[in-house]
């Protein structure tokens, strides 16, 4: 399969953008961290689709600068 | 500081010396722009209207300075609305830039759809709003404004107000039949009655300064996320009229706000933005922290709150002012029937319902912006960085961008002034919406649909080649001659020897309306959409018209 979307996809940003926030409300930065995690790992599993998450993850990478020494 | 706002003076009235108790239709408090726009709707409908202000010369700085496109089509409405766009700037195009990346992340055209009369914002100084009102208003003999005269008591009842008044040369007292409350964020009216503004105020501080120099740069707005000018925090710079540009800094809780308005303290800022080179001067400068706050209730009994003294929202987004006029075009033609007797005080309640729904779509949205703007945590701050970091690969990530949603009329999809649509539609205008713009004739002339509505109530209807059939031309005659404040407006090729008609020569105006011959619209006096239909059927308008005056 694979061919991740790449053009707008939402109805609406902000209402999306709100529930993550909210999804932090109260936390530490650890547990924000982990609650992250969590949620991509829900949403992996929801799109059941390992190239749509390898071009995703490959995006992300690319756009990431890092400054650790390999 | 180059500006000195206008000053007049004092008012005196007769009853100070007399004792006697002064009488009006309609008492506005507040001479800013929302008490302004609305004593001239009420009194361009024929109504003895009077304003206090308190104070006696203009806002003293550019203050309010974006003006969207539709309340600057109820400032049209009222007569002043080409006067702003002549003296203002015109924009349409925002980018947002971040650190130090010369390239934005993201831009905006904020009026995609062209061929309408007025552009998506102007900046223009809240003074010369009230300027081009005050002239209005001036034309008119039922309307006086007095300056320099409080309201120190208050009294409401479900028939009128009373009020005792000071001035420089002692007390008088005043009745009303209706008191509109366009006093601001921290409206008397609204203490002297006891009522709640509940909401939040934001932990942060943003320096405004206004200045003047002579550069070219684009008619843009530019929004920045941590620049290397204002480390961590955001600016934003867009241009108003005379040379001046509004510089908004973030400057964050814990400052001395007595030492960070001086000009000295000031200019390191603007130069580290702009250059050392850049030679400007100071037309305004000020700090301000901001709530996000509403009224339970619009109206009580017979006192009605308009602009901030009713809603505050944070300023990203321009939804203060935007929103205020708003309030004075949906409340004016309310207040108008009632005091003709036209309708009763279920569609002052509808003022309510309206509007406490847009004041809390508005806070909503100012209050997102906030969030994007100034994150609250450090989660916050990664989500948010994330975001601009990678919205400029990937376009769709672009929409989570959020430097303000500008202000955009917020429709009532669900009043209880409209009638739902009763068959599928394939676009158009919902009810409960306020009418898209598009070039018409009229006559052998160019003019804008915009200009053809408001007011009264008025029925567009779509005709084909033949013009309207002798039995719906019956009806319809019978409808205006029974309807009070209506009227009929044909679109088509054919000329009418009873009704007006427009001409759509571009076709755009039927597209828009997502109208085929026989596609009836009712417009309220606001230009909202109340009803539709895709044939005419008199019976059907005349319901609609019961619904929209709130009379079932």
């Known amino acids: 399969m694979g061919s991740l ?35 991509i790992l829900l949403l992996a599993n929801h799109i059941g689709d390992l190239e749509v998450i390898r071009e995703a993850a490959a995006i992300v990478r690319s756009n990431t600068p890092s400054t650790k020494a390999e | 500081m180059p500006y000195v706002p206008p000053s007049f003076k004092p008012c005196v009235p007769a009853a100070v010396s007399s004792g006697d108790v002064e009488q009006t239709t309609i008492l506005v408090i507040g001479a800013g722009p929302i008490g302004l726009a609305t004593a001239l709707d009420l009194g361009l409908r024929g109504h003895k209207v009077l304003v206090l202000d308190r104070d006696t010369q203009l806002s003293d700085g550019s203050r309010a300075i974006c003006y969207a ?8 409405r009222l007569g002043f609305g080409e006067a702003m766009v002549e003296k203002g700037v015109s924009w349409n195009v925002g980018r947002v830039f971040f650190k130090d990346d010369p390239d934005p992340v993201y831009s905006f055209d904020l009026l995609p759809l062209k061929d309408q009369k007025f552009p998506g914002m102007i900046n223009i100084q809240q003074y010369y709003n009230e300027e081009f009102n005050i002239a209005e208003l001036e034309k008119l003999d039922n309307v006086e ?41 921290h409206s008397p009216t609204r203490k002297m009655l006891g009522m709640d503004f509940e909401g939040q105020t934001f932990k942060d501080n943003f320096l405004i300064a206004d200045v003047k120099f002579k550069a070219e740069r684009p008619l843009e707005r530019h929004f920045w996320f941590d620049p290397p000018f204002n480390p961590g925090q955001s600016v934003l710079l867009h241009k108003q009229p005379d040379d001046v540009w509004r510089i908004d800094f973030q400057v964050g809780w814990d400052i001395d706000r007595e030492e960070i308005v001086k000009p000295e303290n000031v200019t390191p800022r603007i130069k580290a933005m702009l250059g050392d080179d850049v030679e400007f001067e100071y037309e305004w400068i000020s700090i301000y922290t901001f709530n996000c706050r509403q009224v339970k209730q619009m109206v009580k009994d017979r006192v009605i709150f308009a602009g901030d003294s009713a809603h505050l929202v944070s300023p990203f ?20 029937l009632v005091l003709r007797g036209q309708a009763d005080d279920a569609l002052i309640a509808s003022y309510d319902e309206e509007r406490s729904l847009a004041a809390e779509i508005n806070i909503l949205n100012s209050t ?30 672009r929409s989570f ?19 739902p649509d009763g068959e599928e539609w394939n676009g158009g205008v ?4 306020n009418s898209i713009d598009a070039p018409v004739t009229v006559g052998d002339k160019s003019a804008w649909f915009i200009n053809q509505i408001g007011w009264e109530f008025k029925l567009v209807t779509f005709v084909g080649e033949g013009g309207l059939a002798d039995d719906e031309r019956a009806a319809l005659k019978k409808l205006v001659e029974g309807t009070a404040p209506f009227s009929v407006l044909l679109v088509g090729p054919t000329e009418d020897a009873d009704f007006d008609v427009l001409g759509d020569p571009t076709g755009l105006l039927a597209e828009r309306l997502a109208a085929e011959a026989a596609t009836t619209y009712l417009f309220r006096p606001d230009q909202y959409v ?23």
């Not at chain 1, 979307?5 to 109260?26: A, F, K, S």
């Not at chain 2, 496109?69 to 049209?76: A, G, Q, T, V, Y």
């Not at chain 2, 000071?166 to 009303?176: D, F, N």
Request: charge should be negative.
């Open chain 1, 5 to 39: 979307t790449v053009c707008e996809n939402l109805e609406n940003y902000d209402d999306v953008y709100q529930v993550i926030i909210d999804m932090h409300r109260g936390m530490t930065d650890e547990e924000s961290e982990k609650a992250n995690a969590k949620l």
């Open chain 2, 69 to 76: 496109k539709r309340p600057l089509e109820i400032m049209d």
């Open chain 2, 368 to 397: 997102r912006s906030t969030d994007f703007i100034t994150p609250k945590s450090h989660v916050s701050t990664v989500f948010r960085d994330a975001v601009l970091e990678l919205a400029k690969d990937q376009p769709c990530i």
């Open chain 2, 401 to 419: 961008v959020n430097s303000g949603r500008l202000s955009m009329p917020v429709p009532y999809p669900y009043s209880s002034l409209n009638t």
């Open chain 2, 317 to 336: 987004g321009a939804r203060g002012a935007n929103t205020g006029f708003q309030d004075a075009d949906n409340l004016a033609w309310k207040l108008d």
């Open chain 2, 145 to 185: 404004i007095r300056w320099g005269n409080e309201v120190s008591s208050l009294e409401n009842s479900k028939d009128g107000v009373l009020v005792t008044v000071g001035t420089e040369m002692g007390p008088y007292k005043l009745k009303a039949d209706w008191l509109v409350a366009c006093d601001g964020a």
């Open chain 2, 530 to 552: 109340a009803a539709r239909w895709g044939a005419l059927d008199t019976s059907k308008v005349a319901a609609a018209m019961r619904k929209a005056l709130a009379g079932e």
């Open chain 2, 430 to 433: 919902e009810p409960g919406t």
